[in-house]
């Protein structure tokens, strides 16, 4: 049924709240990490034992998927209503013994709780310190369920804006609430409106930019597979504010389930009179579409990313006029990052005020962060700005890995910076990471622990914005590859005094004179790493020694006899059969036979492997 006006949507929505009598409920996480590990199929195996049990026709239980719930480590990940457990590691193997103990008798099937001594989901360390906001319909709707999204109270904002807000109030409650992009700069989203909105052309646009690419990030991902619909009516307000009539939600081709889920969910939106023409009776229309991106990393870039919609290369070009004022097809254009878009819907229906009141005076609001690396719970964390690093991860990922000590994070994807643990109390807000030489970024969180070499990773996210670099302006084109060539050298055995001094010129030049926001921070990696970490730059230009034990032939593993439990981990990753020693003794490397490999330092989890100079070298 196509909804005729606000009335119309607050009556459904009402209707919906209400819901079902209550029901006993499995949901089974659909977030990235857990569709990858079988959670379609543990949802089919649940859906198939509980046909065989009989309650195939039963309205008492249902078994869905979900959006991400978080704790990925665990995957794939079950979560449990009215009861609040959380089962982790599930497999198809376990349904029968979750339908019959769970879903027919509501007692927890204890071997499988993701955390055996605090089995309900609420109460786990990782969720405690949380507060969420973008991710609070993770675990209570289906994706897909545009019903789902009205009774979770989705489209309240809407309905109040075309009910008696005009658009300029809209935009106005975005710019007092302090809103700042979440994709990266944390500009000010109320100035970009309030911009938009006044600038002249024949048509305006509404984009959003979902072309995630940073390694190991997944959040705009599993917002745009876990609610969709979110992101739809924050697109849906902003081109109300601003007079748009059509927008695009660009995604990489990669993100096939985000495209998928999109798709539909525009679908349903516009079979409801919730898009398209005349929206609930406003006059006010709004045509919206996905376009896939093809996966270059430089379309992140705001002029990159419109050149691809408008189907030419994705280049970026100087910023003498803001995309606000001529962006898509010389005209106005409002792009925002998927995050952004979401946050949207609850200022505009709750107030400027209340969202100030999550965050911190400048940063308000909350982040979604994956946090991933040498940690021991990793997955997708939202905190309050300001929130300082350690209490994602220490409080939430629970430090370093047995054996391990900390050393550093890096925030703000392949060009953000390197912190060391002594960073640990920073606030995770744009201003302070900026100026301790990191980016906020879109929200990626990578812990590294001692056996991660600074010097190696540098040159892996050289060589990733090296192969991502559009080619354009020679700065990036020419520096990385400069920049890249002497990080292998020092990796591999081959650096020459001064090494670091250059790397250091060339940095700045770099960051001084590139076109766009890709070439001015590729830098930070290599900046961030030469500050904090210079020493590990000296030993491998002058010593030839990585104390790591990550850069091969640049160090030899010693087993400390004191520390060496003889549990035999060493030994059995040892590729060449030179770690000796049996039963309960300690191990020892024979140094004739060790090809440097490094594995018995990371298999060790008591830090009794350690790496040492070789001998003549230096």
């Not at 870039?301 to 003498?320: C, D, F, H, W």
Request: charged share 20%; net charge neutral; hydrophobic share 35%.
């Amino acid at each position: 049924m196509r909804l005729s006006d606000p009335i119309e949507l607050e009556a459904l929505r009402a209707v919906l709240a209400q819901g079902p009598a209550p029901v006993r409920r499995l949901w089974v996480c659909g977030g990235p990490g857990c569709l990858a590990a079988g959670a379609g199929r543990v949802q089919e195996a649940l859906q198939a034992a509980a046909g065989e049990m009989g309650l195939a026709a039963s309205v008492e239980y249902r078994t869905d998927l979900t959006g991400c719930l978080g704790l990925c480590e665990r995957g794939p990940l079950v979560g449990v209503e009215p009861e609040g457990f959380l089962y982790g590691r599930v497999g198809p193997g376990d349904a029968m013994e979750l339908v019959a103990e769970t879903l027919l008798a509501g007692r927890l099937v204890g071997r499988l709780a993701a955390d055996p001594d605090l089995p309900a989901g609420s109460d786990q360390p990782f969720y405690r310190p949380q507060t969420r906001l973008v991710m609070r319909r993770f675990g209570r709707v289906r994706p897909d369920s545009l019903e789902d999204y009205l009774a979770s109270g989705g489209y309240a904002a809407l309905g109040l804006a075309l009910a008696g807000l005009s658009p300029g109030e809209v935009s106005r409650r975005v710019e007092e609430s302090g809103l700042r992009g979440r994709g990266g700069g944390g500009f000010p989203a109320g100035r970009k409106w309030a911009s938009c909105r006044e600038a002249k052309g024949p048509a305006k646009y509404v984009v959003a930019n979902g072309d995630e690419g940073d390694p190991g990030a997944f959040m705009n991902r599993s917002l745009m597979e876990g609610d969709p619909f979110s992101i739809i009516e924050g697109l849906t307000l902003g081109a109300y504010a601003i007079g748009a009539g059509k927008g695009f939600i660009y995604v990489r081709h990669e993100y096939p389930l985000s495209v998928e889920r999109l798709g539909l969910a525009i679908g349903e939106a516009v079979s409801r009179g919730l898009l398209g023409p005349d929206i609930l009776g406003s006059g006010f229309s709004l045509d919206l579409e996905t376009v896939e991106g093809g996966g270059a990393f430089v379309c992140g870039e705001s002029t990159s990313l419109m050149a691809s919609i408008e189907g030419r290369e994705g280049q970026p070009r100087v910023k003498y006029v803001r995309s606000t004022e001529k962006g898509l097809w010389d005209c106005p254009t409002l792009l925002q990052n998927v995050e952004t878009w979401a946050n949207v819907p609850p200022i505009v229906e709750r107030g400027p005020d209340w969202f100030r009141s999550l965050g911190s005076d400048r940063n308000p609001g909350t982040k979604v962060f994956s946090l991933v690396g040498q940690v021991r719970r990793s997955g997708l964390v939202e905190m309050p700005l300001g929130s300082p690093i350690r209490a994602i991860v220490k409080d939430v990922g629970g430090g370093a890995r047995p054996g391990r000590r900390l050393k550093a994070v890096q925030t703000g994807g392949p060009s953000g910076g390197c912190l060391p643990d002594g960073a640990l109390d920073l606030p995770l807000d744009f201003d302070s990471l900026t100026a301790a030489g990191a980016i906020m970024g879109s929200g990626g969180l990578i812990v590294m622990d001692d056996l991660s070499c600074m010097v190696d990773v540098a040159r892996y996210f050289t060589g990733f914005l090296m192969g991502e670099s559009c080619g354009k302006c020679a700065p990036c084109r020419e520096g990385l590859v400069l920049i890249h060539r002497i990080l292998d050298g020092l990796c591999r055995g081959h650096g020459r005094r001064g090494d670091a001094a250059e790397l250091s010129r060339l940095a700045d030049m770099l960051s001084r004179t590139a076109l766009c926001g890709l070439g001015q921070s590729a830098a930070n990696p290599l900046l961030s790493t030469l500050r904090h970490f210079g020493e590990e730059y000296r030993e491998h230009e002058e010593e030839g020694f990585c104390r790591s034990g990550r850069c091969q032939g640049l160090f030899q593993p010693l087993i400390d006899p004191e520390a060496c439990t003889g549990c035999g981990a060493s030994q059995k990753v040892c590729p060449a059969g030179a770690v000796r020693g049996a039963g309960k003794k300690p191990r020892e490397v024979d140094a004739a036979g060790c090809v440097s490999c490094g594995a018995c330092l990371q298999a060790c989890r008591f830090g009794a492997a350690k790496a040492v100079p070789r001998p003549g070298r230096g």
